[in-house]
């Protein structure tokens, strides 16, 4: 039961912070499917400071990797801002293609680093073992990992920052009539731009946070296996409001969970389901869930319409 | 040569040959970053593909697999671009790909059935999950790309659970269906002749080109076209036209589905593939389509080509020096090229600007 706990509480965090990302970047009127690519990239940033880093006090580790993940994510959300907000590209197609950059070029950057470091070494992986324990505070058998503060601190800092500061609501406003906003003096390119940066962060921060869920070796072949939409869907299923999103995100995490610990609970067992259903188990909810809640659907006016000035 | 630079048709092609270049030119520079010492030798292979072979018999026997795998390809970018005239990204063309590929590899197996049935059921199969993505579209307002990226995953995961029961015991892969049930396998009707004798060749290609025709006569020839092409322009437009929007939206996917579930047909019933029932992610050829679908400027007969090209520079990645790097390089620059294609409607809006420019320079000479 601790360990399902521990596990929904990761996997929450994880979806959290892309979610808020999403959510910035969508309510700056930008489409941020890049998400998945974002974290593949963000979890590259961290696990390669991770292990040059070496022997460090567990503090520094944990700074470091974090900036380093925040500045990688942030970094390749760049793709999307340019491409997106100045030169009026499919925000879809770009960024289904950032996902598919992040995972080749973070297998074909890992793979040449192994092969340098060890010419027999074709495999994709990063270790990080030591680090990974320096995230983490054993407290009675459960294992508390700082990135679960860290959400937590980020969707109180996202709430202030959409409703409570004039960042937030002249943000906002360019993502629901752009032009409007413009009319009052509002840059529409500074405010996406904010957007997809912040969400190229939390992004980043959510990838790291995720390779160091449950493993200390990360296979950078296999992407981050949908997790990027996943947070999309906590973003929507949360109406693109931070609080609603944490409480999205921990019903996600707890479907998540399932799949690592089902086989600590005998009545699950007994049900005798092939392993695959609990992998299965966190989309196939996230489908039913969003057949019922896309139909009020909040979104953002603007989102996904590149700027054009001449419009009205 | 003004003339010839307006033309719609021209200018996709030099965008998409402008894309392949610049893609090439950033994977070349990725090698050179990696290490500066094998990288021209490498992206040349990588272009040359099948011509790293010295021999030419075993470079058309080589040519003759990357015809296999383009066939697959080809169906996956008309998937993908049949649903992008309708306004739809048909992201879940993997996951369909996915549902084509068991439903034609169980019925073979575990019911013996013979080819034509069994490609059929792959096309049905596809359909069908098409058709889940397209009703949560149309009746419950789910984006089509985060639906369809969950269809991907789960159909996934189905498709190692049922496939497991037909799999090799010592090993995660599927049984020869050359040696179960050699009536599944596609025809080769002497195609295979023309390669050297690769069997891999089938009647595959005439299918999958005559399907490309097909398509485009279907977009653009008849009513059926001009509708849905309508829906995506403008569904407000169409539903005022007495356009059936949701019965569109739910038809676009169904053949999209279909069209992506007969690639997974014409790649796995020729035998050159076995699937992997531990594989822990989605076979890429759904994704792929996405950059045939765009480099081919988004018409079926130019899907053909572009689905050519992107698998030529997929198996050359096989021929880098892998001492240093490794075959995902091909990936970098197919999806690279994926990205650039975001910027095309830019690239003929500076094209167009620039013939007026001249124009106006012209007529104040005169």
């Not at chain 1, 907000?85 to 040449?112: E, Y």
């Not at chain 2, 990696?34 to 080589?62: D, H, M, V, Y």
Request: aromatic share 10%; with cysteine.
């Amino acid at each position: 039961m601790l360990l399902l706990i521990q596990y929904t509480l990761i996997f929450a965090s994880v979806l959290l912070l892309v979610a808020l990302g999403g959510c910035i970047s969508e309510h700056s009127g930008v489409i941020n499917l890049g998400l998945e690519g974002i974290m593949v990239i963000g979890a590259l940033g961290g696990a390669l400071v991770m292990r040059s880093l070496g022997t460090t006090s567990a503090f520094v580790m944990v700074l470091v990797a974090m900036l380093a993940a925040i500045l990688a994510g942030m970094l390749y959300s760049c793709l999307l801002g340019i491409a997106a907000i100045h030169f009026k590209a499919d925000q879809t197609l770009v960024g289904t293609a950032m996902n598919l950059l992040a995972t080749a070029a973070a297998t074909v950057l890992v793979k040449a680093m192994n092969t340098a470091t060890n010419p027999d070494n074709h495999s994709s992986e990063i270790e990080y073992v030591t680090a990974r324990k320096m995230f983490i505070v054993n407290i009675n058998g459960f294992e508390f990992n700082w990135f679960m503060l860290v959400a937590i601190i980020a969707v109180v800092l996202v709430y202030f920052l959409l409703y409570k500061n004039r960042l937030g609501l002249r943000l906002m406003a360019c993502g629901e009539h752009p032009q409007a906003a413009a009319s009052v003096g509002i840059s529409v390119y500074k405010m996406r731009w904010t957007g997809v940066l912040i969400s190229g962060a939390l992004g980043g921060l959510g990838g790291l946070c995720y390779i160091l869920a449950g493993v200390s070796i990360w296979k950078f072949e296999n992407g981050v296996a949908g997790f990027g939409f996943l947070a999309l869907a906590v973003m929507i299923f949360g109406q693109w409001k931070p609080t609603r999103i944490a409480v999205a995100a921990l019903i996600f995490g707890l479907f998540r969970a399932l799949s690592n610990t089902y086989t600590g609970f005998p009545f699950l067992v007994s049900m005798n389901l092939p392993g695959n259903v609990y992998n299965m188990m966190p989309y196939i909810v996230c489908l039913i869930v969003l057949a019922f809640t896309s139909k009020a659907s909040r979104a953002p006016k603007a989102e996904g319409i590149p700027y054009d000035k001449g419009t009205r | 040569m003004r003339k010839v630079m307006k033309n719609a048709a021209v200018q996709a092609f030099l965008a998409s040959i402008l894309c392949i270049l610049l893609g090439l030119l950033i994977g070349y520079i990725v090698l050179l970053f990696i290490n500066p010492k094998g990288a021209w030798e490498s992206i040349l292979n990588i272009i040359k593909n099948f011509f790293t072979w010295s021999r030419p018999s075993s470079q058309i026997k080589q040519l003759g697999n990357t015809m296999a795998k383009t066939m697959p390809l080809i169906l996956c970018s008309l998937s993908i671009l049949f649903a992008y005239k309708v306004g739809l990204f048909n992201i879940g063309a993997a996951g369909q790909y996915v549902a084509g590929s068991c439903a034609c590899l169980y019925a073979a197996l575990a019911w013996g059935w013979g080819w034509l049935p069994c490609m059929l059921f792959a096309v049905i199969t596809a359909a069908l999950l098409g058709a889940v993505s397209g009703f949560l579209k149309a009746y419950c307002n789910v984006n089509e790309v985060i639906s369809g990226i969950m269809l991907n995953w789960i159909s996934l995961y189905t498709a190692n659970t049922i496939l497991a029961n037909v799999k090799e015991t010592a090993s995660p892969y599927t049984l020869y269906l050359n040696k179960e049930n050699p009536g599944s396998m596609l025809p080769t009707a002497g195609l295979d002749g023309l390669f050297n004798g690769n069997t891999n060749v089938t009647i595959a290609v005439p299918i999958a080109i005559i399907t490309a025709i097909v398509i485009w006569f279907i977009l653009s020839k008849t009513k059926l076209g001009y509708e849905l092409k309508a829906t995506g322009n403008n569904k407000n437009a169409a539903k005022y036209a007495g356009m059936a929007q949701n019965r569109n939206i739910i038809l676009t996917l169904v053949i999209s589905g279909a069209l992506a579930g007969l690639g997974a047909s014409l790649l796995y019933q020729t035998g050159y593939m076995r699937w992997e029932c531990t594989q822990s992610s989605v076979p890429s050829m759904g994704f792929n389509g996405i950059a045939a679908a765009f480099l081919g400027g988004l018409h079926p007969i130019g899907a053909i080509f572009s689905s050519f090209f992107i698998q030529h520079i997929t198996d050359g990645g096989q021929y880098v020096n892998t001492n240093f790097y490794s075959s995902q390089i091909s990936d970098v620059i197919s999806s690279v090229i994926i990205y650039l294609c975001g910027f095309v409607l830019f690239i003929k809006l500076t094209m167009n600007k620039l013939i007026t420019k001249s124009e106006e320079k012209k007529g104040a000479k005169q």
